[in-house]
């Protein structure tokens, strides 16, 4: 079975929709750092290299806080080959 991987790379202050592309079981984040905000919740998020972003859904936001920032779409599957 053939796994699909991608990154998404954006610059400091610009935004990105994950819920616009295909979304994959988590986004990992491997250069910079990010904001996140999700439409509905009280909080905000700031996560930096190695971390997970939460799973995205509709009304979510990522901001780049840093000159780079270059997220992986991750399976979290065990299971997987």
Known sequence: MA???YQI???KG???NPARVLV???YKVLVGKAWVTMEGSLEDYII???ELLP???AGTL???LTDELIVEGVSLNKNSK
Do not use: F, N, Q, T
């Open 14 to 16: 610009e935004l990105w």
């Open 48 to 50: 930096g290299e190695g």
């Open 3 to 5: 796994y699909m991987v």
């Open 62 to 64: 990522i901001e780049a």
């Open 55 to 57: 799973l995205p859904r």
């Open 24 to 26: 994959p079981d988590a």
């Open 9 to 11: 790379k954006i610059h």
